[in-house]
């Protein structure tokens, strides 16, 4: 019996040892494991990626007085952008957008239409923002970089993929010149919202020689139409005035029930300091989309920039297919014509295909 108790009592110990050893690694484990998580992004914190890849030529683009060869060169740019989103509350959002590409900055691009990244190679911060609630039904944000319209409503449910035609006519109204914003929205019920919004400067906030710009939005959603009304007042750079550009645009769609929907804008815009008789432009667009296949059509009408109240008109058309090869990549060509109102330059015809990846 002694010698039983004797190997049991041995046995117990060297139990004891390999556990103690055991609990050690694993207490070594979760340190190294707490590190890792300390560096890694939080649990609320979500990350999205996209590339585009254009290709494509326009004829007519870049010809000037004496010059009699356009833009014609087939050309290829990438754009490349990650967001990052961060929610502390499960109800408010921080928003980083990182970016890089080498399409022209001053839209000199013949891909310009496609309004892709530009700037270097090298990611850099595009916009910042921080979106939090007010009570149930008020919502607010400031940023930088941000459009002041972020938290507006338009009615439009076309989705072409041209710079020029793809805000729906309201062009100016939504403001969008950058730089330090806050805005607010409210949400009363039944499809019902309403927003402010302001941008300006990052140096001279709403000061007397920074340009500021201030809108309004109302909108009512119905589950096949909406309505949208929005106002824009602009600082104007005329010093000898200190007139105010203002605008005022109605947009509105309706989707039928086969994947057809049409949607049209219009904008009335008051240029400060301009003569009585080059003082008011406008803008406007009408647009048509629907589901082929597997992916979407669309084809669109509208003014090139505002039209200036005694000038020429200037419109463009555009036709576009957006395809889906999968569920990251998107396949879009666009053909579109851009009407030039100086004498003796050609109207621009631009042919061109968008690879998008997101994932």
Known sequence: MSALANEVTISDFTSAEQIAVTSSRVDGLEVRLNNIEAGSFSETTTASFSADFAIGAVDGKGISSGVTEGDEDVQAVYGFQIDLNTSFTGEDSLDVSIDAGNSAADGSSALAEFDLNTGSDALTVDGISYTFPLGDNLTAIVGDNVDGSALFTTACAYGGPSNTLD??????????????MAGASYDFGN????AIGYAGPEDKIMTKESLDAYGANVAYSADNYGISLTYGSIDSDDTATGENNTYTALNA????????????????????????????????????????????IGAALGTSGGQIEGSEEEL????????????????TPLVYVKEQATAGTPDQTGIMVKTSFSF
Do not use: H, K, Q, R
């Open 253 to 296: 769609y309706y989707a039928f029930d086969n994947g057809l929907s049409i949607s049209g804008g219009y904008e009335l815009g008051e240029i400060g300091g301009a003569a009585v008789t080059a003082d008011e432009s406008t803008n406007y667009f009408l647009g048509i989309s629907a589901e082929a296949g597997p992916g979407s």
């Open 191 to 194: 499809g019902f919202t309403a």
């Open 167 to 180: 805000d729906c006519g309201n062009v100016n109204a939504a403001i969008t010149n950058g730089g330090a």
């Open 316 to 331: 463009m058309y555009e036709a576009y297919y957006s395809y889906p090869i999968n569920d990251g990549m998107t396949i």
